[in-house]
């Protein structure tokens, strides 16, 4: 045993609200095709590489000075990459930045969250906002979604109108359902919602439909819309989440980040990766097109599939899906059971991972 081996958690002074509680895991194993994370498949291009590479090297020689607080240089670059794909003229002062938008998520929820306030969302749907308002203290509320996972935002606007929560999480593309909400739907949603409204925009990229950042001046104030480089950047392991919002909003997560909580490692590699975007999202289309031919060729094998805009699919119908999940990964594939009835979750990745993924799904048992 370790040092420190014999004290189990149940022994710790652990706050009461955290006892019996399981961690996010999704897990992390050495297989041949993993198809569980939702990250982009396509890893960056040597000349990518040798950017990231040559920016690190600039800063490592400053290493002894904390970095820019205020990540200003990578707020520009991220609010011209939004401007450009929204069209809405953002800048800096709109865009914040953080650890993977999970982070975001945490300072979002520490600021507009936190004991004695709520949190809704509707569920089934990214598991983390759960445990993020968890961690923060802030009661968690959830609210349905239709049986084929879609959002009825009329009736989600009454759900929100009558319990009033101080935030409301809306993730379109839907993780782990594929759905998107379109922006004139929204806003029912938001004209209900007497705090903030958090639109998770993860897998913006991937969607067709306009982004809820178009709404922003409309709902300054109101609106946050999250977003990542982890998925369609390709830049999971870089770990940079952002935001677009009101400066206002900005100034309130000011209050509640940790000082120099970007590294200066992170600012200068999410400065290169971002001078490679027209590059990597160039695998967006790709993804896309596969996406649609997996979950046609998933329907021809008789599964039931919902209609994904994102880099994934939800698929069924399994007796056991947990049984199915581990025949899965008995031939090299790993997915996802992410908890619901009789589904997985399958991320799309490059052609030939996708066959392997078709090819076990011919022979599992449902
Ligand atoms: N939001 C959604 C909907 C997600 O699916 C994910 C990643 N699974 C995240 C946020 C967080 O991603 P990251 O912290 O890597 O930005």
Known sequence: TPIGGRVSLSDLPLREDLRGGTPYGAPQLDVPVRLNTNENPYPPTPELVADVVAAVAEVAGELHRYPDRDAVALRTDLAAYLAASTGVPLTHRNLWAANGSNEIIQQVLQAFGGPGRTALGFEPSYSMHPIISAGTRTDWLPAPRRADFSLDTAKAAEVVAERRPDVVFVTSPNN???????TAE???????????????????????RESAITLLDEYAGKLIVSRTMSKAFAFAGGRLGYLAAAPAVVDALLLVRLPYHLSALTQAAARASLRHADQTLGS???????????AAALADLGFAVVPSDANFVLFGRFSDARAAWRSYLDSGVLIRDVGITGHLRV?????????AFLAASAEVER
């Open 176 to 182: 782990p359902t594929g759905q998107s909400v379109p």
């Open 186 to 208: 929204l806003k029912a949603l938001l004209d209900a919602a007497p705090g903030v409204v958090v639109v998770d925009e993860a897998y913006a990229e991937f969607s067709s």
């Open 284 to 294: 967006v289309a790709t993804l896309s097109a596969e996406r649609d031919r997996v």
């Open 347 to 355: 991320t799309i990745g490059t052609p030939e991972e996708n066959d």
